[in-house]
């Protein structure tokens, strides 16, 4: 189903960047054009702010914790993403009801696509600091990105907005202000998960109006750690080929919170401060990182 020989390519889609291989001019287009279903969920994220664990937390709240489904179907096939080319296909074959769709796209793309849906929206966000050291990771095992470079390059990148799939901050910017005029978005962050997994999956089962028993919500937390998810091949990426994902050089399931201060200078620290300060100078976002 992959375009293998466009894994160098880089598909430009309203200023920003997409992986060839997954996206085309038409699947991004078609993505922008999707008749969302009142009782469809979306996961909406940044690249490496939680998406996957989202997905799986998704996926045994609507099985009431039982690890079948997570266990037997690739996370890309049981919550497709929007924009890949092959979506319509997996949403097809899905077992997952309701419908579950993945996607990374900016709000100022897909907002009016979900402008008087009431499918409901789940945002997930994680301290950038973390993300863009997931991020340069990932860059070194997935051959469909561009040559990370040095990590201080590759902050810049990031902090530019020019590395694919766009702006840090104008995603979590943009998703998030609607909040306040959305009944059916629910921002979670990568901490609030890390730090109190069960009241998040409560939070998230609420949200779905999948009220969970107590011993259903253990099962969730237990099928959705980080330990359980390295061992899970249909959530780990391993099932990805040698020639997409490069699985010598690093694991998908990586590290999990707070490895930026082992990548982070007390200089680079500083420099992304200052940054993140100015570009968030008119957000009413309280983070919920620990900046210690
Ligand atoms: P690290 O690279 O920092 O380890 P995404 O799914 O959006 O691409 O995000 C991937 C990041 O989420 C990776 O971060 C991965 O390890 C982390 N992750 C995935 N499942 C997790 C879980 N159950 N607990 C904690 N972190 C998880």
Redesign the pocket.
Known sequence: MLDMARLDVVETFHGLFFPGHLHTQDSLQLALKFPFQDTDIIIV?Y???????MQ?IVTLISSRGDPHVSRSVPNWARAPWLEHHYFAALLEASPTTPRVITTHLPHHLLGPTLQGSKAKVIY?SRNPK?VV??FY??HKIAKFLPEAGSFSEFLNRFLKGTLHYGCWFDHIEGWTRQKATMNNLLHIS?EE??MDIQGAIKRVSSYLQIPLMEDEVNNCVKH???S??KDNKM?NYTLVTEEIMDHKKGF??????G?WKNMFTEELNQYFNSVLESKMVDSTLEFTWDEQ
């Open positions: 994220s690249p490496k702010s939680g998406t996957t664990w799986e997930v973390d050291v997931s990771h990932f990568y998960m890390s959705c750690s980080f359980s998810m959530a998908f399931m990586r590290k999990g919170i490895d």
